[in-house]
T-cell receptor
Framework: GENVEQHPSTLSVQEGDSAVIKCTYS??????FPWYKQELGKGPQLIID?????GEKKDQRIAVTLNKTAKHFSLHITETQPEDSAVYFC???????????FGTGTRLKVLA | DTEVIQTPKHLVMGMTNKKSLKCEQH?????MYWYKQKAKKPPELMFV?????LSINESVPSRFSPECPNSSLLNLHLHALQPEDSALYLC?????WGTGNTIYFGEGSWLTVV
């Protein structure tokens, strides 16, 4: 079945630096990849998503890249700020179903 | 406005109690979901309703009983829960049910079973 690996599990960066989180999926038929940010005590919030017909998508300081050949997609956050500190989850659609599988999460800490 | 509203935010219940979690959305979404999230883990799908009909039950124990009174509301009825059921319960919705439909989560209901 579909599997998603997410790395790193924790990431600390200095304010203003960039952060990169990478996810690898197993089923080449997956075609939709959302990223969620979950702050402490809150529900996950969609921050960006990408479909398999696109290689890169950007929204202000956040970007996602997709490499279908290597079956991985990455979240890039530039000019990080303390409010970017949260747990980030990637997800991938499960082919043949209408479900998604989530990565194990990355705890990002932005140090002021 | 992409808002999914869940009540209550916190719930403490005994193992013999009956309680309900409630969820509503007014975005016109036709698919609604219940997820369970344990600490430091990703959300786990429990149920999916599509057009007010139960489409997926991920082998959830019968002590959890979902209900979809109408297209805007989703309930999760709880009865005879166990302490290990303590978790964050997330409601979510999407425009439709299918691959590529963005899922929007609510803030969750924190459940503690004592």
């Amino acid at each position: 079945g579909e599997n998603v690996e997410q790395h790193p599990s924790t990431l600390s960066v200095q304010e203003g630096d960039s952060a990169v989180i990478k996810c690898t999926y197993s089923d080449s038929a997956s075609n939709y990849f959302p990223w969620y940010k979950q702050e402490l005590g809150k529900g996950p919030q969609l921050i960006i998503d990408i479909r398999s017909n696109v290689g890169e998508k950007k929204d202000q300081r956040i970007a996602v890249t997709l490499n279908k050949t290597a079956k991985h997609f990455s979240l890039h956050i530039t000019e990080t700020q303390p409010e970017d500190s949260a747990v980030y989850f990637c997800a991938a659609s499960i082919p043949g179903t209408y479900k998604y599988i989530f990565g194990t999460g990355t705890r990002l800490k932005v140090l002021a | 406005d992409t808002e999914v509203i869940q009540t209550p935010k916190h719930l403490v219940m005994g193992m013999t109690n009956k309680k309900s979690l409630k969820c509503e959305q007014h975005m016109g979404h036709r698919a609604m979901y219940w997820y369970k999230q344990k600490a430091k883990k990703p959300p786990e799908l429990m149920f999916v309703y599509s057009y007010e009909k139960l489409s997926i039950n991920e082998s959830v124990p019968s002590r959890f009983s979902p209900e979809c009174p109408n297209s805007s509301l989703l309930n999760l009825h709880l009865h005879a829960l166990q302490p290990e059921d303590s978790a964050l319960y997330l409601c979510a919705s999407s425009q439709d049910w299918g691959t590529g439909n963005t899922i929007y989560f609510g803030e969750g209901s924190w459940l503690t079973v004592v």
